[in-house]
């Protein structure tokens, strides 16, 4: 009879690579035509002015200008006030 287990294989070592989610431009900083502000799964940040969603819901700019954040009270399909977060771009004129 053997003395030792067989060794088997191991069950650990399959991670996913970090999707390096999260702001990239914070309040204040400066936003060229197309650059990408948040990058996030699922809408967290809704775009405000100057700011669409991506495919992958990441969140661009689509004018110059200033990056602002801000907080408001939208009214869902539930009929319910929610508090939502918001992402605009101020542009310079």
């Given at each position: 009879?053997?003395?030792?287990?067989?060794?088997?294989?191991?069950?650990?070592?399959?991670?996913?690579?970090?999707?390096?989610?999260?702001?990239?431009?914070?309040?204040?900083?400066?936003?060229?035509?197309?650059?990408?502000?948040?990058?996030?799964?699922?809408?967290?940040?809704?775009?405000?002015?100057?700011?669409?969603r991506a495919g992958d819901d990441s969140?661009?700019?689509?004018?110059?200008?200033?990056v602002k954040f801000s907080k408001k009270?939208?009214?869902?399909?539930?009929?319910?006030?929610?508090?939502?977060?918001?992402?605009?771009?101020?542009?310079?004129?």
């Amino acid at each position: 009879m053997a003395h030792k287990k067989a060794g088997g294989s191991t069950a650990l070592g399959r991670d996913s690579q970090s999707k390096r989610l999260g702001i990239k431009l914070f309040g204040g900083q400066l936003a060229q035509t197309g650059n990408i502000i948040v990058r996030q799964r699922g809408t967290k940040w809704h775009p405000g002015k100057n700011v669409r969603r991506a495919g992958d819901d990441s969140l661009y700019a689509v004018a110059t200008g200033t990056v602002k954040f801000s907080k408001k009270k939208v009214k869902g399909f539930d009929g319910n006030l929610h508090l939502r977060k918001f992402v605009h771009i101020i542009s310079e004129k």
